[in-house]
């Protein structure tokens, strides 16, 4: 089964797994159709004729409706019952490589002229389905999965960035990605600038010639800031610059952020959409319609050495063949999500199991009902810390306050289920606090169906400096709280019983 543009000089072969990188609702009813079709008769040479002898010919039902919604999509995307068995739920594809029919479909797959599985540290099958899966609900053309957030943000970072470039983000921000930003890259040589999340001013002024993206979290991680999305897409795009948002802590549920003018979304999908604390994973996720050939990105539009001369944009890009072959030529391609995997993933490796692709699968399943939850619960959790005597402050947009009209514009549907609270007896109480909850668990982890509680600046955050934790949201007094599935009275209990020590 091949697929061959006369005009380019970089012939195609689509075989069964020519929907690796595209999400579900990419294609229109007929191309899939006619891919269903094709695949299937591609296939009947290599299903044992015990199966074969049993099927009537026609597809299996279970499929995710071409207009389906966020909660159908979440059962749904990415995943069509097995052709061979009909198994509904993703079967997990735990084999490191791949049969390759002959030596040139093989060296037609390692020289990106196929898709296809090769190897387990690239994609593997129960992973792709679950890349489908983010693509969808992101709204996003492309996603890869990997071994963890720090990961996704890593292999992001390495398409876009070389010795001596440099990116803007805010200064609302996990401690892990301040340290990874400050520490961790600055070996590699690659230079960022701190701001603050409300002064665009600052952050537009930090662009320099060598700037490469501008990055924010969508709600902040710890304080449960919303971000101005858009104010921040504005800013990159009138430098030529993506922006790139960590929408972990919110979830496509609560926010979209390609809907407000993102170019690559990460996450970690550790937290609230695995959900379960269960199962370490990251994603990159695609908008797919950036422009990469500005210049400004070399790795992405110059020629690779890896393939022989490839400029991946313009093969793989929005303007590019592959585009065409999916009928999204002029609207969206996937450059960066192939430069990520055929690049970064394949040289350091920070692949995710297949068994944990299906852990966070099975998680997503029930994401829009356990993130109303959480936000329903933390609203509750958050009203009762605001009057009790021993709290000074309580950060949550849900309550009102200059964050509020954000999160209105935002994500509507809740504030999320994370945010922090400080307490009068300071650094003391607050390590008092977590030592004496009984139900809580005290645990450096968000997103959990657990409710679990941190004190940052003895944990997360200890490694920074008190300005960096100030600017941060993790005063020595914070509290952070993520907010589980438990009836609300039973954590507002343990909360009052602990604080009855401090």
């Not at 609560?254 to 199962?279: Q, W």
């Amino acid at each position: 089964l091949k697929w061959s543009q006369n005009s380019c000089k970089y012939p195609l072969q689509l075989d069964l797994s020519a929907m690796l990188f595209v999400r579900s609702a990419g294609l229109r009813h007929g191309q899939k159709a006619v891919l269903s079709r094709l695949a299937m008769r591609q296939m009947d040479g290599q299903v044992p004729a015990l199966y074969r002898g049993f099927s009537s010919g026609k597809e299996f039902g279970g499929r995710c409706p071409e207009d389906a919604g966020f909660a159908t999509k979440c059962l749904y995307a990415g995943q069509e019952p097995d052709p061979v068995t009909g198994a509904r739920t993703c079967p997990i594809t735990m084999s490191t490589g791949f049969v390759f029919k002959d030596s040139e479909d093989a060296a037609a797959k390692f020289a990106l002229q196929a898709f296809g599985p090769i190897y387990t540290r690239i994609t593997n099958p129960t992973s792709d389905a679950l890349e489908k899966k983010i693509a969808a609900l992101e709204g996003g053309m492309a996603a890869v999965a990997v071994s963890c957030g720090h990961a996704a943000q890593l292999l992001a970072f390495s398409n876009l960035l070389e010795p001596g470039d440099h990116f803007v983000t805010t200064n609302k921000l996990y401690g892990g990605s301040v340290t990874q930003f400050a520490r961790q890259f600055k070996q590699f040589g690659w230079q960022v600038t701190f701001c603050d999340h409300e002064d665009f001013d600052a952050i537009e002024a930090a662009i320099t010639p060598k700037t490469k993206a501008v990055y924010c979290e969508s709600i902040a991680n710890p304080g449960g800031l919303v971000i101005d999305l858009q104010k921040l897409a504005d800013i990159a795009h009138r430098h030529g610059l993506p922006l790139i948002v960590d929408n972990t802590t919110a979830t496509p549920y609560l926010v979209r952020p390609f809907e407000h003018g993102a170019d690559i979304i990460v996450h970690s999908a550790t937290k609230a959409l695995g959900g379960h604390g269960n199962a370490m994973g990251g994603f990159i996720v695609e908008k797919g319609d950036f422009d990469w050939g500005s210049g400004k990105f070399p790795i992405l539009s110059e020629p690779c050495d890896s393939y022989h001369g490839m400029k991946i944009y313009e093969v793989f890009g929005k303007d590019g063949p592959v585009a065409d072959m999916f009928g999204t030529k002029g609207k969206t391609g996937m450059a960066f999500a192939i430069a990520a995997r055929t690049l970064g993933l394949r040289d350091m490796g920070m692949s995710i199991s297949p068994f944990n692709s299906f852990l966070i699968s099975m998680g997503m399943e029930t994401l829009p009902l356990r993130m109303q939850k959480h936000c329903d619960n933390t609203l509750a959790v958050a009203k009762h810390l605001e009057k009790h005597d021993k709290v000074s402050w309580v950060r949550y947009a849900g309550l009102g306050g200059p964050n509020y009209a954000l999160h209105q514009k935002y994500c509507p549907k809740g504030a999320g289920g994370l945010f922090t609270f400080g307490l009068k007896g300071g650094y003391t109480a607050g390590k008092t606090l977590v030592d004496s909850v009984k139900m809580i668990s005290l645990v450096a982890n968000l997103g959990d169906s657990r409710t679990l509680i941190a004190h940052p600046a003895s944990m997360m955050h200890s490694q920074l400096t008190e300005e960096q934790r100030q600017a941060a949201g993790a005063e020595t007094e914070t509290i952070r709280m993520s907010v589980g599935l438990e009836d609300e009275k039973d954590i507002i209990a343990d909360l009052d019983q602990a604080l009855a020590h401090c």
